[in-house]
């Protein structure tokens, strides 16, 4: 899944999904809390972790509810909070889905949000939080760090 695109929650807490997008998560999906590492540490928008929300395709959420369910106890107990904040993407006709106000407390999602195609699933940024987080990722830098890393 590739692409970024702004969007705005409105009132109800729905957000629109991109149409390219849709297609690939499919009817069904699932949305849940995510962190992800900053690549610079000294970067003042990202102590560390920085929180966003993914939505997987329901083929997706499958591999990865039965990577959870061949784990040990312990492990499952660890990773709980994703499954109880997951909550169902239920596209409306209008091509949105609601993003439970749990959901977007947890990401910090306010107005502004940036949705992101992020290969495996499509994430959901606060706007500012994902400016900091592009600027970091996007230095040339990085990029030819990261064509390295792949022997491109």
């Known amino acids: 899944m590739t692409g970024i695109v702004k969007h705005t929650i409105d009132a109800k807490g729905r957000i629109h999904i991109p149409s390219r997008l849709r297609d690939e998560l499919g009817d069904n999906f699932h949305i849940t809390i995510s962190a992800e590492k900053a690549r610079d540490p000294d970067a003042p928008e990202a ?11 329901n083929e997706s959420w499958t591999v990865f509810r039965e990577k959870f369910n061949a784990m040990p106890r312990d492990d499952k107990n660890r990773m709980r909070p994703l499954f109880a904040h997951a909550s169902p993407g239920v596209l409306d006709g209008q091509g949105r889905i609601l993003l439970t106000p749990v959901l977007r407390e947890w990401a910090d999602l306010k107005r502004d949000v940036m949705v992101v195609g992020a290969g495996d699933c499509v994430q959901f940024w606060d706007s500012e939080t994902w400016a900091g987080i592009d600027t970091i990722e996007s230095t040339p830098e990085n990029i030819a760090d990261i064509y390295r890393e792949m022997n491109f």
């Open 47 to 57: 102590k560390g972790m920085v929180k966003c929300l993914s939505a997987f395709s």
